[in-house]
């Protein structure tokens, strides 16, 4: 029989290498496994993820290819697993998986408890969402013992992961010692890093003298400034972008500040996706020995950032655009409703014809959104309202003449047409040598010559 290997750990080992990474490990007892059963294990169908969370099934590249390897027809017969809770700690996911693995007609085999796992009773199964549910719960529970562990460290304000711009990580040894006989480490705590610290201090200087992000960018860039080191997975040259700056200028640490808790990476199911914590559930712990920046210079950038913010209005499909100057098309901006608290909103139908405009309501209050400073002229608004009504009645005009170049054509045809069965009816009449009264229409417009009346 041909057999396969999944192997998973959720932590990401790095420094460590291959041969003593815990899914080298798995992948080597499976094979040790399938070896005392008499099996052959083909190596196109080994199947690892390291560092990728049990909650996670969508974006497991190698359980994704073995469940693509199980159509139309599984080339192997066997599935060595080191544990059920390998496969995934979701439980519905998990009975799901093992289904499609069952349903195919292979065998999974736990090569720790050497059983194999069966769905044909219902006992098979209740046994099968215990198990699913006794690892669910020990996620939960791994969940929760690193939640507190970083509200300790964040409260204390020790580093709780990564590094910072400005700022060195330092390690702090504890009193107990390791299998070496060396302090283990107990925390990791931030120290100024001077060179970093101008830097940061020269991109608030450069942004409240009226810089913009990019030209700060490129103005740190052209001097060789220090830049944040980009992560070795992306594989990014190092230089400052508009991005980078945007996040110096927004980080309170820069202030004295410590702020954690702002997001959240994973949603109740387990799925890896940001989410935004309410502010009431910050962290905020004061560390004035970490302050770089002067709290006048943090003031009067974080005073532009806002004054810069008010200058972009949200349009009514969503996207941002930029308040700059007086609109040239009636309705621009947004304008108060005088018969309810709604605002009204214009907008272009289509990019193409920009003058096509639907008015919308955004459901916020009946006040301008006109920034302070840049209302535009009521004179300039009005003579472009009064430029659309002038060019709606061009309209009017020109089709009320194509009404009535319409109307003389159909007079002319039914004249014509008249005229067709007049001459007809005419011709009738003379046909059968009946006379034609003086008094009528035929005679005076068409008189029959050469004939006695």
Same mark, same amino acid.
């Given at each position: &029989?041909?057999?396969?290997?999944?192997?998973?750990?959720?932590?990401?080992?790095?420094?460590?290498?291959?041969?003593?990474?815990?899914?080298?490990?798995?992948?080597?007892?499976?094979?040790?496994?399938?070896?005392?059963?008499?099996?052959?294990?083909? $190596? $196109?169908?080994?199947?690892?993820?390291?560092?990728?969370?049990?909650?996670?099934?969508?974006?497991?590249?190698?359980?994704?290819?073995?469940?693509?390897?199980?159509?139309?027809?599984?080339?192997?017969?066997?599935?060595?697993?080191?544990?059920?809770?390998?496969?995934?700690?979701?439980?519905?996911?998990?009975?799901?998986?093992?289904?499609?693995?069952?349903?195919?007609?292979?065998?999974?085999? *736990?090569?720790? $408890?050497?059983?194999?796992?069966?769905?044909?009773?219902?006992?098979?199964?209740? &046994?099968?969402?215990?198990?699913?549910?006794?690892?669910?719960?020990?996620?939960?529970?791994?969940?929760?013992?690193?939640?507190?562990? &970083?509200?300790?460290?964040?409260?204390?304000?020790?580093?709780?992961?990564?590094?910072?711009?400005? @700022?060195?990580?330092?390690?702090?040894?504890?009193?107990?010692?390791?299998?070496?006989?060396?302090?283990?480490?107990?925390?990791?705590?931030?120290?100024?890093?001077?060179? $970093? !610290? %101008?830097?940061?201090?020269?991109?608030?200087?450069?942004?409240?003298?009226?810089?913009?992000?990019?030209?700060?960018?490129?103005?740190?860039?052209?001097?060789? #400034?220090?830049?944040?080191? +980009?992560?070795?997975?992306?594989?990014?040259?190092?230089?400052?972008?508009?991005?980078?700056?945007?996040?110096?200028?927004?980080?309170?640490?820069?202030?004295?500040?410590?702020?954690?808790?702002?997001?959240?990476?994973? /949603?109740?199911?387990?799925?890896?996706?940001?989410?935004?914590? !309410?502010?009431?559930?910050?962290?905020?712990?004061?560390?004035?020995?970490?302050?770089?920046?002067? %709290?006048?210079?943090?003031? %009067? #950038?974080?005073?532009?950032?806002?004054?810069?913010?008010?200058? @972009?209005?949200?349009?009514?499909?969503?996207?941002?655009?930029?308040?700059?100057? /007086? +609109?040239?098309?009636?309705?621009?901006?947004?304008? !108060?409703?005088?018969?309810?608290?709604?605002?009204?909103?214009?907008?272009?139908?289509?990019?193409?014809?920009?003058?096509?405009?639907?008015?919308?309501?955004?459901?916020?209050? +009946?006040?301008?959104? @006109?920034? /302070?400073?840049?209302? +535009?002229?009521?004179?300039?608004?009005?003579?472009? *309202?009064?430029?659309?009504?002038?060019?709606?009645?061009?309209?009017?005009?020109?089709?009320?003449?194509?009404?009535?170049? #319409?109307?003389?054509?159909?007079?002319?045809?039914?004249?014509?047409?008249?005229?067709?069965?007049?001459?007809?009816?005419?011709?009738?009449?003379?046909?059968?040598?009946?006379?034609?009264?003086?008094?009528?229409?035929?005679?005076?417009? @068409?008189?029959?010559?050469?004939?006695?009346?």
């Amino acid at each position: &029989m041909i057999a396969a290997i999944y192997a998973r750990k959720s932590t990401e080992q790095t420094g460590v290498s291959d041969d003593q990474k815990s899914v080298t490990r798995q992948v080597e007892h499976a094979k040790d496994y399938a070896k005392r059963k008499g099996w052959r294990v083909a $190596e $196109e169908h080994i199947y690892s993820d390291d560092g990728i969370s049990g909650a996670e099934f969508a974006k497991r590249p190698g359980l994704v290819r073995l469940l693509a390897a199980l159509k139309p027809k599984p080339s192997f017969q066997v599935l060595i697993v080191s544990e059920e809770s390998r496969l995934g700690r979701e439980s519905i996911e998990t009975a799901y998986v093992i289904k499609q693995l069952v349903t195919a007609d292979v065998r999974l085999f *736990f090569y720790l $408890e050497d059983k194999e796992r069966t769905l044909d009773t219902p006992l098979d199964k209740i &046994m099968l969402q215990l198990t699913n549910f006794a690892d669910e719960m020990e996620r939960e529970r791994a969940r929760s013992r690193t939640y507190d562990a &970083m509200v300790r460290k964040a409260k204390a304000g020790h580093v709780t992961g990564g590094s910072v711009f400005g @700022y060195d990580n330092i390690d702090i040894a504890g009193t107990l010692l390791d299998a070496q006989g060396r302090p283990k480490r107990s925390h990791v705590e931030l120290r100024i890093n001077q060179a $970093e !610290a %101008e830097v940061v201090r020269k991109i608030f200087r450069l942004y409240t003298n009226g810089n913009g992000f990019t030209t700060i960018a490129k103005t740190l860039n052209a001097g060789g #400034a220090i830049c944040p080191r +980009p992560r070795p997975a992306f594989g990014k040259p190092n230089g400052w972008v508009s991005s980078s700056v945007r996040q110096i200028l927004l980080r309170r640490l820069y202030r004295g500040e410590r702020v954690w808790g702002r997001t959240k990476k994973r /949603t109740p199911w387990g799925v890896k996706k940001s989410q935004r914590r !309410a502010e009431k559930d910050w962290i905020v712990v004061e560390v004035p020995n970490l302050r770089i920046v002067p %709290e006048d210079l943090w003031q %009067e #950038a974080q005073d532009r950032w806002m004054n810069v913010r008010q200058l @972009y209005l949200r349009t009514t499909n969503g996207p941002l655009q930029s308040w700059r100057g /007086t +609109p040239n098309r009636i309705l621009a901006g947004r304008l !108060a409703s005088k018969l309810s608290s709604h605002r009204l909103g214009a907008r272009a139908v289509s990019p193409r014809f920009s003058r096509n405009l639907s008015l919308s309501r955004s459901g916020q209050g +009946p006040e301008m959104l @006109y920034p /302070t400073g840049h209302e +535009p002229k009521r004179r300039k608004v009005a003579m472009v *309202f009064i430029s659309q009504v002038v060019r709606g009645l061009r309209i009017l005009i020109v089709a009320g003449q194509y009404l009535v170049r #319409a109307r003389v054509v159909i007079q002319s045809i039914l004249c014509d047409l008249q005229s067709r069965q007049l001459a007809q009816d005419h011709q009738h009449t003379a046909s059968f040598g009946l006379p034609l009264s003086a008094s009528s229409p035929f005679a005076a417009k @068409y008189p029959v010559r050469g004939r006695s009346l």
